[in-house]
């Protein structure tokens, strides 16, 4: 996958990568919507939009939380 990405690009990075279900119209509405935690994109021309895969990663971090772990007894 390359480092700058369209939305339908980036909306498949953010599903087969993390697994979080995403689409190109989702993100469209994380860009216009005030107040959404989206990822960070940019716009060239008013008119498209790049989303650069270390904003992609920065955001899914957040988003997922931590890793846990269930112990089923304790030694």
Do not use: Q
């Not at 498949?12 to 993100?27: E, Q, R």
């Amino acid at each position: 996958m390359r480092d700058k990405m369209n939305r339908a690009e980036a909306a498949k990075y953010i599903k087969d990568t993390y697994g979080i279900p995403c689409s190109a119209a989702t993100l469209a509405k994380w860009a216009c919507v005030a107040g959404c935690d989206g990822p960070a994109y940019r716009k060239f021309n008013k008119r498209y939009t790049i989303y650069e895969r270390a904003d992609l990663d920065e955001w899914a971090a957040r988003r997922l939380g931590k890793v846990k772990v269930y112990v089923d007894h304790i030694l």
